[in-house]
């Protein structure tokens, strides 16, 4: 069995649980049968794109809130990137769009130059 879907399953059904839905009642709104939702939240049957969208928006949570993307989304920022990031919320709406514009012409010029 995958990995993945494994994860994508425990996922899912603790997305169902905290909200206190059956099995049933979700394959009733995402158009499923009760066993393929077993199989899902088991990792034994995999998911479409189609299908998690629907198990998503019933369990009012971003889609990368099942595939793991999140963690990466919300991986800890470096501090003197937060640093800017405070910094920069100080400044006006028109300040923090040509702060926007000067980081971009940044990234641009030098690439080569750039700390990956």
Do not use: C, W
């Not at 993945?4 to 059956?22: I, N, Q, T």
């Not at 889609?63 to 991986?75: K, L, M, P, Q, R």
């Amino acid at each position: 069995m995958n990995d993945d879907r494994r994860s994508l399953g425990v996922r899912l059904r603790e997305a169902r649980e905290y909200l206190g839905l059956s099995q049933d009642e979700v394959a009733k709104a995402v158009g499923l049968t009760r066993p393929a939702v077993s199989l899902i939240e088991s990792g034994q049957r995999k998911v479409d794109a189609l299908e998690l969208k629907k198990f998503a928006t019933l369990y009012q949570r971003p889609v990368a809130d099942f595939t793991g993307d999140a963690e990466i989304i919300n991986a800890p920022m470096p501090e003197n990137v937060q640093h800017l990031a405070r910094a920069a919320a100080k400044l006006t709406e028109n300040d923090q769009a040509e702060l926007l514009r000067f980081a971009e012409f940044l990234r641009a010029k030098a690439p080569t130059n750039r700390e990956d």
